[in-house]
């Protein structure tokens, strides 16, 4: 197989998934061993972090909340603060994701916010970035991207930006109704982010910072996507929600990566 590169595969559960079921797949996917060179992983509801990263500690299977506050504690209701999600055995933390920011007031501001939070406890972000279609038609996807990743990226210190995890997630790629993007356009897409973290912090720190593609992957596509040069794995929705379609798709994945 292939080394060339670390391949990253995750799955959000966004809002499904209460306690019992989410520990049965979390029981389901204790055994699972992942191939060489990937690391996949799951995003839970808050309801079920807890229980399963204590099922799937020591696993292959890395397990991420879906959001969270950047201050230590005070008068959030309603908000997790990142020492809570650390607490609860997450080993990542999604931020960013555009759900939040359409429905739930997160601003580039924020985002960047909960950046450094996460990183002073000792969790991986996992930023999401991303366009509308009215960005994507007017022509400034890059323009758009490159603004959200400095941001995003403003106070972390450049030796921190390998252990972050970047998913460009078109906004209109995302949900039932998304449409995937073509590989040309993730190649020339990703091909800018890796420029723009070059520019941030240096060749050699930012061809370290992994970059995902998140928007309507399916077990068909994302060995397409993977095979680009600057993307290092995908991140699903629906298409991993159970755990034999997320082993499949890891299998489909790694097809990709097996030598001729």
């Given at each position: 197989m292939v080394t060339r590169k670390?391949?990253?595969?995750?799955?959000?559960?966004?809002?499904?998934k209460g306690p019992a079921e989410a520990l049965a797949a979390a029981?389901?996917?204790?055994?699972?061993?992942?191939?060489?060179?990937?690391?996949?992983?799951?995003?839970?509801?808050?309801t079920s972090l807890q229980a399963v990263a204590s099922v799937l500690k020591g696993t292959d299977v890395l397990v991420g909340a879906q959001n969270m506050h950047?201050?230590?504690?005070?008068?959030?209701?309603?908000?997790i603060s990142p020492g809570m999600v650390k607490e609860c055995g997450a080993d990542i933390v999604l931020i960013g994701h555009s759900e939040r920011r359409q429905h739930f007031a997160e601003t580039d501001w924020t985002v960047s916010r909960k950046m450094s939070a996460a990183l002073r406890h000792g969790l991986r972000p996992?930023?999401?970035?991303?366009?509308?279609?009215?960005?994507?038609d007017f022509g400034v996807t890059a323009e758009t991207?490159?603004?959200?990743?400095?941001?995003?990226?403003?106070?972390?210190?450049?030796a921190d930006l390998p252990n972050i995890l970047i998913a460009y997630e078109p906004v209109w790629a995302i949900g039932a109704g998304g449409r995937a993007a073509d590989t040309d356009c993730v190649a020339k897409v990703h091909a800018g982010l890796r420029a723009v973290l070059c520019e941030i912090a240096g060749k050699d720190i930012?061809?370290?910072?992994?970059l995902l593609y998140g928007g309507s992957v399916t077990q068909d596509n994302a060995r397409s996507y993977v095979s680009q040069p600057n993307v290092d794995g995908v991140f699903v929705g629906r298409a991993g929600w159970s755990v034999p379609d997320f082993e499949k798709l890891i299998d489909r994945v790694i097809e990709e990566r097996a030598p001729a």
């Open positions: 670390t391949v990253w595969i995750g799955t959000n559960w966004k809002m499904n029981e389901a996917l204790k055994a699972y061993r992942a191939p060489d060179g990937v690391k996949p992983f799951i995003i839970t509801p808050f950047w201050e230590e504690s005070g008068s959030w209701t309603g908000e996992l930023l999401c970035i991303g366009e509308s279609l009215e960005e994507y991207l490159s603004r959200q990743l400095k941001i995003a990226l403003h106070d972390v210190a450049h930012g061809d370290r910072v992994p």
